[in-house]
């Protein structure tokens, strides 16, 4: 990002990590942020709500949660949602089953003669860090609960695709989300909060409430009022538009320090991509990534790089291959090759 697309959280200076959490990404992200969005992310601090991201597949939803994290050095952890996935599941898990394989393998290895028995070294030291008597070994924390247990500087937590769990799904994690921003382990009876009272004055707390950026596609339709409520909400627009889509190229090369396409090649390869994209008839308009993917091949593919005037050539589509990932939109440029 350039100083000026940063996404600085003005009305909190303190807020911005001194230094870069080990869970931080450690490379800045190629991402072009509007002043509308760049706004929204700012109110989503600010006001400690979620912040829910919907848009065209590939317009750079995911990809957000990323840079911010990056600009401001806080760690990053992402939960991937699924039709089976549950609330708890990015609060932690708990293996009462390893926990009783341990109680047993304990139990069989007290009445056996040390030289009977066979171990795996990895294995062997993996349950020795772990003791079935303290429950605490045998909890692990999701994105959230990860995000919870941070003591220094708030998260991201970037929950990905939230339309794919079920309809209860997103209420659930209202109860979580919400003051006084806490969760219970059952299994080993602790509370484990993002905001705690400073040691050292009475008044004081220490914020470590997670930024929440949740990206939704409305696979199975709206999400629960009750929850839409609580979040804030940004539609995000897919860059069609050529000067955009040039400035995003630009960004691209420059943060990673490659090569960029000759000019021409450039505008011509966002002029026939955004005539591909706007056509009618596709059953899945490829995105960003897959154009950044495609100027790439039309670059450095081939020992020259690709002619940029036959991108102008009608019914010539090369490479196919990286815009179209349905076998109905890929036969309609089959002729291209």
């Given at each position: ?98 926990r ?36 605490r070994h ?72 997670p ?16 929850f ?95 815009l ?14």
């Amino acid at each position: 990002m350039t100083t000026s697309e940063k996404l600085e959280f003005t009305n909190n200076p303190k807020l911005r990590s001194e230094n870069r959490h080990q869970d931080s990404p450690t490379h800045p992200e190629p991402y072009v942020v509007s002043n509308e969005l760049k706004k929204a992310v700012n109110l989503a601090i600010y006001l400690r709500r979620p912040l829910l991201l919907e848009g065209d597949a590939g317009c750079g939803k995911t990809r957000l949660a990323s840079a911010v994290a990056y600009e401001l050095g806080f760690p990053l952890y992402r939960w991937d949602v699924r039709s089976t996935t549950k609330a708890q599941d990015g609060l932690y898990e708990y293996d009462a089953i390893l926990r009783l394989h341990d109680v047993q393998t304990q139990k069989v290895e007290e009445q056996l003669p040390a030289d009977e028995i066979e171990s795996d070294e990895d294995e062997d030291d993996e349950r020795l860090k772990r003791n079935p008597a303290n429950a605490r070994h045998y909890r692990k924390f999701g994105a959230l609960g990860k995000a919870f247990k941070l003591k220094d500087c708030p998260a991201v937590v970037l929950i990905d695709e939230i339309d794919k769990a079920d309809l209860d799904f997103p209420n659930d994690l209202l109860t979580v989300l919400d003051e006084p921003w806490e969760f219970k382990i059952k299994e080993t009876g602790e509370t484990i909060r993002a905001t705690y009272p400073r040691k050292d004055a009475e008044d004081d707390v220490i914020d470590c409430r997670p930024i929440v950026i949740i990206t939704s596609n409305k696979e199975k339709g709206n999400l629960p009022a009750p929850f839409l409520r609580r979040c804030l909400y940004h539609y995000l627009e897919f860059p069609n538009d050529a000067k955009l889509l040039t400035k995003i190229v630009k960004k691209h090369y420059q943060i990673r320090e490659e090569t960029p396409p000759p000019s021409a090649l450039v505008e011509n390869a966002i002029e026939c991509f955004l005539k591909v994209w706007e056509k009618d008839g596709l059953f899945k308009k490829p995105g960003t990534s897959e154009f950044l993917d495609w100027l790439k091949a039309l670059h450095t593919f081939e020992p020259k790089p690709y002619d940029a005037d036959l991108l102008k050539t009608d019914n010539l589509l090369p490479y196919r291959e990286l815009l179209f990932k349905l076998q109905q939109d890929w036969k309609k440029y089959a002729k291209a090759s």
